[in-house]
């Protein structure tokens, strides 16, 4: 039996081609036919966002980065279609432009609870499909309790700062590998690939992978003495 291959992904909340990423990765996954461990780290990509932001994503971009209105227009329009075309409907209209770090403090949550994959899921779609607010923390339990946390417990940790370190420790941790933009994952916790890449890509990343693995195991075997 082959040993299940770790992937760890860094991506954020409010980051389009993330969610993009995505979708993307996990077709390669389905293509790649064989079960793959995934875990999701922090990166901020604005942290110096305020929680309500008084104002549209244009209205951020252009005036917090500097981008001329018909420019971020369409980048805007050019994203929204490469969504569409992995079956994600981005409303760009009523996004709510926010902090993500306690979002972030969430997924680690759920992480400790199992259900990590499910609240990453869900805190994309709210962001981007569903002109949900990801960053205030009375919003983000009422999303915790529609994947099945405790909405109680989830206001105690956010309120708390229980998992503020930890999502430190991931932002330091990309820092190291030299993670400037997101998503970006990491095979094995030795190959990296970076932007949301085709599915192809993802698949034979995996295979490639699972054939180190397979050899590596056969090496190890091959020179282990026999028994008397």
């Known amino acids: 039996m082959s040993e299940t291959i770790k992937v ?4 954020d909340v409010q980051c389009p081609w993330c969610y993009i990423g995505k979708r993307k990765f996990e077709a390669g996954v389905a293509a790649f036919g064989d079960e793959v461990e995934v875990e999701y780290h922090s990166f901020e990509l604005a942290p110096d966002t305020p929680v309500d932001f008084a104002g ?3 209205e ?8 001329p209105v018909p420019q971020v227009l369409e980048m805007l329009e050019r994203v929204t279609g490469i969504a569409e075309s992995v079956g994600l409907h981005y409303d760009y209209d009523s ?6 770090i306690k979002a972030h403090e969430l997924l680690h949550y759920a992480k400790a609870h199992g259900l990590q994959l499910e609240m990453k899921e869900s805190l994309l779609k709210a962001y981007f499909v569903d002109g949900g607010h990801v960053g205030r923390v009375d ?3 009422d ?10 417990d989830v206001l105690r940790s956010l309120t708390e700062n ?8 991931d932002v330091a941790q990309a820092a190291e590998y030299g993670i400037q933009g997101v998503p970006f994952f990491v095979i094995d916790g030795k190959y990296g690939i970076s932007g949301a890449q085709d599915p192809d890509t993802f698949a034979q ?7 180190e693995k397979a050899a590596a195991t056969s090496t190890s075997m091959s020179t282990e003495e026999p028994h008397a």
């Open 8 to 11: 760890d992904i860094w991506s």
């Open 56 to 58: 549209s994503p244009v």
């Open 60 to 67: 951020y971009l252009s005036e917090r980065k500097g981008i």
């Open 95 to 100: 996004v709510h432009q926010t902090n993500t």
């Open 139 to 141: 919003d983000l339990a």
């Open 143 to 152: 999303l915790a309790a529609t994947v099945g946390l405790d909405r109680a």
């Open 162 to 169: 229980e998992y503020l370190a930890a999502v430190k420790a």
């Open 205 to 211: 990343a995996l295979r490639q992978v699972q054939g």
